[in-house]
């Protein structure tokens, strides 16, 4: 679900209580800009064959992704919100992500590099425009800036994308960035946190900017259960390489087994042995596989076959999110693990601040109540759970952007990744994905039931 699309009709929800509208429109205003920024970076530091080119069938050309963007938000922004005519009405169906699959995108009518640059500015210019003219209150879409909001977030989830087709481009690097913080004490760490029975509120429905899939707030009671204290590191999921794990069916689901051995999986993505030695190619370097960092580009069969390996199992999604946002003694979820702040850098590895996720134990200060750490940035982490709706569910703005995947097709991830922006990224924000999937930023932890000692 990395970068969806968003079709070209509004519809309706209940509105959302926010701040003063002179706060929310500068709130807005610097999110679709820090998007902007990002934007220009992914795809100014290529030539334009790279921009045109498809790096993998997996991915569209860089190109298609920038197009893409303005013209959702010139379908949102500017004629659903602004009620302005439409720039480039012939350019709506190219660019709708329902209606061509990613393999097929090369083979469309798109926008020239230099073409889509002047789009997206034109497009952002009157954007800012409405932007300054909205009240920000009353109808459903622009109560608290919803709209605006939803389009910073779209266009980062975008950034994530490009990011991706970066890591799967081959070619030198192009991207570079210091390297993430470490905590010298993580080795002291517990290996997992008791998470007690009880009830606790999942979901939202008063953040907001957040989606419809992440509403309304609901109670859910769950049994007591441990949860890793950290993310399964490379060193960790190196062991169950070496104990012949994608060898052994017993540790597979069928359909996990049979994609294993048509596909001759063996590690994780990128990694590749070499005289003796691991590697792995990151963003255009090869380097040695670092033993201390969250293991990254698993599938959720991957995931699901080493917790089986361990005797331990995936969390679910309810059980991840009690994790994260429950604080026993004030016996309330909070926004983030940490508290109800926005995240800043000690808080999490986010927004492309660095190229790889932190050492395991990292961001003490993002540690949640319990003493759960990482739970936000650096990997993607998948559940057991399918993605389906909360009770009481309600599509908002259309139908498309949730409800459409609801079934036991896709499998929920969580917590974000170092290539997430914070805008797109809290302890109630709810990725997806099919459990194949490996060229996402994606890693896991496990879970355990009392009683499974």
């Not at 409405?130 to 622009?142: C, H, I, Q």
Request: with cysteine; charged share 25%.
């Amino acid at each position: 679900m990395t970068a969806p699309g968003f079709p070209r009709r509004a519809g309706s929800a209940g509105a959302l209580a926010g701040p003063e509208p002179e706060l929310l429109r500068r709130r807005a205003e610097q999110a679709l800009r820090t998007a902007r920024d990002r934007t220009r970076a992914l795809t100014g530091c290529v030539d334009d064959h790279d921009l045109t080119a498809q790096h993998s069938p997996l991915m569209s050309p860089l190109v298609w992704d920038l197009a893409h963007i303005g013209n959702q938000e010139e379908q949102w922004l500017l004629r659903a919100v602004g009620g302005l005519d439409a720039l480039r009405p012939e350019i709506d169906s190219v660019y709708d992500a329902f209606e061509h699959p990613r393999a097929e995108r090369p083979a469309l009518p798109l926008l020239p590099p230099a073409e889509a640059r002047r789009y997206v500015a034109d497009v952002r210019g009157r954007a800012l425009d409405v932007l300054e003219r909205s009240p920000l209150r009353g109808a459903p879409l622009v109560d608290a800036g919803f709209a605006f909001g939803m389009i910073a977030q779209h266009e980062q989830q975008h950034d994530e994308t490009m990011l991706i087709t970066h890591q799967l481009r081959r070619g030198p690097a192009v991207l570079t960035a210091p390297e993430p913080p470490s905590d010298p004490g993580a080795g002291l760490l517990p290996t997992e946190v008791l998470v007690p029975a009880g009830p606790f509120t999942m979901g939202t429905s008063t953040e907001p900017w957040a989606l419809d899939n992440e509403r309304p707030a609901h109670r859910r009671l769950l049994p007591a259960f441990f949860i890793d204290t950290v993310p399964v590191g490379n060193g960790a999921y190196l062991r169950f390489i070496e104990d012949g794990g994608y060898r052994e069916p017993r540790w597979w689901t069928e359909a996990g087994w049979d994609h294993v051995r048509r596909h001759d999986l063996s590690a994780p993505l990128f990694w590749r042995r070499e005289g003796g030695q691991w590697l792995r190619r990151r963003f255009g370097v090869t380097e040695p596989v670092p033993m201390g960092e969250p293991v990254l580009h698993v599938s959720w069969y991957e995931a699901d076959a080493y917790a089986r390996w361990a005797g331990r199992r995936l969390p679910t999604e309810a059980e991840w999110e009690k994790a994260a946002r429950y604080d026993p003694e004030s016996d309330r979820s909070r926004r983030y693990p940490w508290g109800d702040a926005d995240p800043a850098p000690e808080h999490a590895n986010l927004g492309q601040r660095h190229l790889r996720p932190a050492p395991v134990g990292s961001y003490p200060d993002g540690a949640s109540p319990l003493g759960v750490r990482q739970l936000i940035g650096d990997v993607w982490e998948w559940t057991a759970s399918d993605f389906l709706p909360y009770p009481g569910f309600a599509a908002f703005p259309y139908r498309e952007y949730s409800e459409v995947f609801f079934g036991g097709t896709y499998k929920v991830l969580r917590g974000g990744s170092f290539g997430v922006d914070p805008v797109a990224c809290r302890g109630t924000f709810r990725n997806w994905d099919l459990p194949i999937r490996r060229q996402i930023f994606s890693g896991f932890r496990t879970a355990r039931d009392p009683e499974d000692a």
